[in-house]
């Protein structure tokens, strides 16, 4: 057993921890420099990006504790969330619906053009390079149409729960979060793997375990841009 997967779970939170800083952080930089008008836009690319690579991580396992197993895309997946809840808080239902709809359209974008470049027939010199890029750009369908409707369902979801919920952010955060994240394994998981990983069960288990464990890491976010949220719209519609 490597020094790596003796001490790959800590490397994961770790990791996650860097990912969640840095979504949080370009948010936070944005307010304190004063750009407010910047805010919108920015967290809906920072959304936006965070989820387009969690389609690519989906496939990678980074991680097993016992019996369990932890995909990586669960890292920029639980950090996109506390962007869209941040956006959420901070414009309202209306705002948050709307990200989440464009953000749907321009994941399947980026995999319809993946598929189209992917399959184009390469020029006779770079043939032998067309299996290296595929392997590296590829997002299977399957995972691409898990994760599409997955975060749909899910998110929508989120925006609902967390505009709705009484009481302070962390509160509404540290409410809806476990219920969303939970919806959204619920649709991934058996779409993107059933048939083809063994105890799809267990899996399914792993990533909610995770995900869930994730959430002081999206309050944290929340919290780091607590005054931003101090100009959010008084009700939340």
């Known amino acids: 057993m490597t020094w790596y997967s003796m001490y790959s779970l ?40 965070l989820l387009t690579i969690s389609q690519y991580m989906a496939s990678k396992i980074g991680a097993y504790v016992g019996p369990l197993v932890v995909p990586m895309g669960v890292i920029t997946y639980s950090a996109s969330v506390s962007v869209l ?93 476990p219920v969303a994240m939970t919806i959204d394994t619920l649709v991934f998981i058996p779409i993107a793997f059933y048939g083809v990983v063994p105890n799809i069960w267990l899996l399914m288990l792993s990533q909610l375990t995770v995900k869930i464990s994730l959430v002081p890491m999206t309050m944290l976010a929340v919290w780091l841009n607590r005054k931003a949220l101090r100009y959010a719209v008084a009700t939340l519609r």
């Open 10 to 49: 800590p490397i994961l939170y770790g990791m996650a921890f860097m990912v969640y800083i840095a979504a949080a952080g370009i948010l936070w930089l944005v307010h304190r420099l004063g750009s407010e008008e910047l805010l919108l836009p920015v967290g809906a690319m920072d959304y936006i990006l």
């Open 85 to 177: 809840d941040f956006l959420t808080l901070r414009y309202g239902r209306g705002i948050g619906y709307w990200v989440v709809r464009i953000a749907a359209y321009l994941q399947a974008l980026v995999f319809l053009i993946n598929y189209l470049v992917i399959n184009y027939p390469p020029a006779q010199f770079w043939e032998s390079l067309q299996a290296p890029f595929a392997a590296i750009m590829g997002v299977s369908a399957r995972i691409a149409i898990a994760s599409i409707t997955a975060f749909i369902v899910s998110e929508t979801y989120d925006v609902f729960l967390v505009s709705r919920l009484g009481g302070g952010v962390l509160r509404r955060v540290g409410y809806s979060d």
